[in-house]
């Protein structure tokens, strides 16, 4: 990490710690001053040439840089460094194409064979207040980079590892602060389009991996306490460092081919619109998000069980976790939610089970939101502490929404329970509703499908029909459970233990 610091540093110069107003017109004493720096520290920093401009900004030709340990190079055919005419604020732009190099180190430690990447731009420009004669005094850093197009590619067929690698950003915008008073950073990134393609390959696992992606108006912005240590992490857990992220993205889509052990699998998808956002704040972990209607589909070829062709289409879903992770004087509360609609999967998939299609292939919708209260006992900073039985405790369990349906069969469930934790096991106080439908239907087709046998099929609707009542729909039953001091009642009859 500290050398490709290094050769961002080379790049902007912007992105060392600095903390104090200069006046522009000591830019280029401020940038003798970096240079001399970097050189002092082994890195080996050149230029054929030098030039001033009458407003101010500093030209370097040639540039090259090499950090100490000869592991990272940037090569550019010029770096510019020029007043804004805003107050301690200095723009960066750079050549339209730079070139840098990595040479990663082997598992033995030996140097491993050089990537080189091309840096590709158009309109980029770096606003910093970084660039200061004196690196002590200001409490805030900020960069704003701006660019119509920047990628980064590489072609490296002689690497072991990762063989070409291609990230290129369309109309990129991003902000970063760092606030050393603090110690925080916080930032926003926003591009039109985001691709990705990769070719990377692992020896060991003999493994060789393609892909190439595309995502559409992504936004991401983040905000987060910097942990330096082990234990500066662990004030995550304890509420006294904090961090939120949210990402949006519209249209994205994808294909790759994995191939392993005599074996090809060909993948793609295509995905409209997602939301995500996640948090450690006051101790509580957030993550909640949406997603729009996606297509996925893989093939295998080779090995020695072939799989068939799956084609899934999924109509959209969500999800939503809350979980206290310290703690407290009382209860806090928990959340968790999940979703899928529309599910549906191509006639090879359901040929594997059903061949002769006497189960109804209608979409799959899932439906999950539980809330409830809990009680942390042990926190999960206190590492020494921790098992399954000490952590905590669940005191509240709500049922919102709970619902499957598939195969022209449903069952819903709602109700609520409380737990009385005064014994070995939490033991459950309340009620709960569980409606089924078309299980009749569903059972008789799979008798046909030849999944399970006439007597299976009596057996188990003999059992729902003695634990249940009807509803008030054709092929519907209703059961009310209970949950007592003294045991478990289904329609007030007890169920044996």
Do not use: C, H
């Not at 191939?259 to 619109?273: I, K, L, N, R």
């Not at 009807?470 to 044996?496: H, K, M, R, S, W």
Request: proline share 5%; hydrophobic share 40%; charged share 20%.
């Amino acid at each position: 990490m500290t050398r490709i610091a290094g050769a961002l540093l080379a790049l902007s110069l912007a992105f060392l710690p600095a903390t104090a107003p200069q006046a522009q017109e000591q830019l280029e004493l401020t940038l003798d001053a970096y240079v001399a720096v970097m050189k002092a520290q082994g890195n080996r920093v050149a230029f054929a040439d030098k030039s001033v401009a009458d407003d101010d900004s500093v030209t370097y030709s040639e540039f090259s840089y090499t950090s100490a340990d000869g592991q990272v190079s940037l090569d550019a055919p010029w770096i510019r460094f020029a007043p804004t005419g805003t107050e301690w604020t200095t723009r960066i732009t750079l050549a339209d194409m730079a070139e840098l190099t990595v040479t990663p180190l082997n598992p033995d430690g030996s140097e491993g064979a050089p990537l080189a990447f091309d840096l590709a731009n158009s309109g980029l420009e770096i606003d910093t207040n970084a660039i200061v004669p004196d690196p002590t005094i200001l409490d805030r850093i900020d960069v704003a980079l701006r660019a119509g197009q920047l990628s980064i590619a590489g072609d490296n067929p002689a690497s072991p590892s990762l063989k070409m690698l291609l990230a290129s950003f369309e109309a990129l915008e991003s902000n970063f602060s760092y606030d050393a008073v603090a110690d925080r950073v916080a930032g926003e990134l926003v591009t039109d389009t985001l691709a990705l393609d990769y070719d990377f390959a692992s020896e060991v696992e003999g493994m060789r991996s393609v892909s190439a992606s595309r995502t559409d108006d992504v936004r991401l912005d983040y905000a987060f306490d910097i942990g330096r240590t082990e234990e500066e992490f662990k004030d995550y857990l304890t509420g006294y460092m904090s961090g939120e992220l949210s990402l949006d993205a519209g249209n994205s889509s994808y294909t790759g081919t994995t191939e392993q052990d005599g074996s090809s699998f060909a993948f793609s998808g295509t995905a409209t619109g997602s939301q995500l956002e996640a948090a450690i704040k006051n101790a509580v972990l957030t993550y909640a998000g949406t997603f729009g209607p996606a297509n996925y589909a893989f093939t295998q070829t080779g090995g020695t069980m072939p799989l068939p062709p799956i084609d899934a289409d999924i109509g959209g879903g969500f999800f939503d976790l809350r979980l206290p992770l310290m703690t407290g004087e009382g209860s806090d509360e928990i959340r968790l939610g999940l979703g899928v609609s529309k599910v549906a999967l191509n006639d090879e998939i359901w040929a594997l089970i059903d061949p002769s299609s006497a189960i109804p292939r209608e979409p799959a919708d899932l439906e999950l939101r539980l809330s409830g209260l809990s009680k942390i006992n042990v926190p999960l900073s206190v590492e020494e502490q921790m098992d399954a039985e000490t952590f905590g405790e669940i005191e509240k369990l709500d049922i919102g929404v709970a619902t499957l349906s598939a195969a022209g069969a449903s069952v819903d469930a709602t109700g609520g329970v409380t737990f009385d934790n005064s014994g070995d096991v939490p033991k459950p106080l309340g009620d709960v509703r569980v409606t089924l439908r078309g299980l009749t239907t569903l059972s008789q087709a799979l008798v046909q499908a030849g999944i399970i046998d006439q007597m299976q099929a009596g057996m188990a609707m003999g059992m729902i029909m003695a634990f249940g009542k009807p509803g008030d729909g054709p092929d519907e039953f209703v059961t009310d459970i209970t949950f007592t001091q003294d045991g478990i009642l289904a329609n007030g009859t007890p169920i044996p233990q």
